[in-house]
């Protein structure tokens, strides 16, 4: 298939046209469509990771949040252990 039938299919796609829509005004498969949708669509494997180091850093964050309350008030103490745990974790 050509790119720019690929392309205009997706943007169809994307603005909300129906995917029997697209095939009429692209002029290809509603399943050529589809497989071109499902290809496009980034799959949870990948999210879950993600997910995973956010939820971790939010943790972190807050439990220091609650720590750092108690013995420093310097801004530069916290960007420097925030920096830390980064460098180490990620």
Sequence with gaps: MEPQKKAS???HYLEGVGLR???????VSHNSVMNWVLE?????AHTFTIESQNNR?????????????CYTKKLASLAASILL???TKF
């Design 57 to 69: 850093l939010r943790v972190y964050l807050a439990r220091l949040r609650r720590k750092t309350h």
């Design 85 to 87: 745990y980064l460098l």
């Design 9 to 11: 299919a997706l943007a």
């Design 21 to 27: 829509a697209t095939e009429r005004l692209v002029g």
């Design 40 to 44: 496009a669509v980034e799959g949870k």
